[in-house]
């Protein structure tokens, strides 16, 4: 299905101290864009808006289908599918990692038999390197055991638009590109649109197909990372290059 999801002027403040002041960003099929900014620039609160956890103050966000025929049609974004995955993980702590992932195949309108879900659970768990934590509880796995059970979650039903937010920070070196791998290779497989937060600044690149930079409650730089190199703006490039503000605390 082809569709565009676009986000004009989307405000959002909390106590009177804005976060967001106009962001103006588009989701497209099948394209991956890369959420990159400092710490409390409202990444997370910029994803919240869009799977409609936090309401907006200010701005649109408009889903249409696109037809063969080039016109458009009003869609809901649950309509499209999607998957969130939460900084934090937001797994239950009740549930073992195996029911944590199978959840979304088993409530609700999926209603999936459940020898496919053991099989989609446990081939997740197998490339993601966590079949030693299968029937273990959250409180019981590592921080970077868990945040592969939260990526697992929001693959597993094979939603069309996944919103990532930093699904690589706090992994090591292996598993972080184990993680870029299967991003890429669902994608190819599956097909998914994603916005994608990261401080893996370039490694999270390579996969993707716009970088945004959010800072100042705006997206202040959209493009691909090669035209990252035409920015004339030294501070500006470094930091898009690097990850750092060379020469600044
Ligand atoms: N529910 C909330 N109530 C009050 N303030 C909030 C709330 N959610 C977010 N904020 C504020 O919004 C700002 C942006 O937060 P956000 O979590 O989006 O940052 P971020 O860019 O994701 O940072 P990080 O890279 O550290 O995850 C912060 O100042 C934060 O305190
Ligand atoms: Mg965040």
């Known amino acids: 299905m082809n569709f565009k999801i676009q986000m004009s002027g989307l405000k959002k403040q909390f106590g009177g101290n804005p976060v967001l002041d106009g962001v103006d960003l588009e989701i497209s099929s099948d394209t991956i864009t890369a959420i990159i900014g400092k710490s409390g620039s409202g990444k997370s609160v910029l994803l919240k808006l869009i799977a409609g956890i936090y309401s907006l103050d200010a701005g649109t966000i408009d889903c249409v289908r696109i037809l063969e025929s080039g016109e458009t049609v009003p869609i809901a ?17 009740s549930l073992t990692a195996f029911e944590n992932v199978a959840l979304p ?5 999926l209603k999936v038999d459940p020898s496919t879900i053991r099989n989609t659970v446990d081939d997740l768990f197998e490339q993601l390197d966590l079949s030693s934590a299968r029937n273990r509880f959250p409180g019981e796995l590592s921080g970077g055991m868990n945040k592969r059970v939260a990526f697992a979650r929001a693959l597993v039903t094979q939603p069309k638009v996944v919103l990532f937010d930093e699904p690589t920070t706090g992994l090591d070196p292996e598993r972080k590109f184990t993680v870029f791998d299967m991003i890429e290779r669902y994608r190819e497989q599956f097909g998914f649109s994603a916005l994608l937060v990261s401080h893996d600044i370039p490694d999270v690149y390579a996969i993707v197909d716009s970088i945004a930079w959010l800072d100042q409650g705006k997206i202040q730089f959209l493009g691909t990372s090669q035209e990252i190199d035409s920015i004339t703006e ?6 898009l290059k690097t990850g750092r503000f060379v020469g600044k605390s």
């Open 77 to 93: 974004l649950s309509d499209i599918g999607f998957s969130y995955m939460f900084q934090n993980n937001a797994l239950f702590d």
């Open 234 to 239: 030294v501070a500006t490039k470094n930091y």
């Open 105 to 109: 195949l088993s409530e609700g309108k």
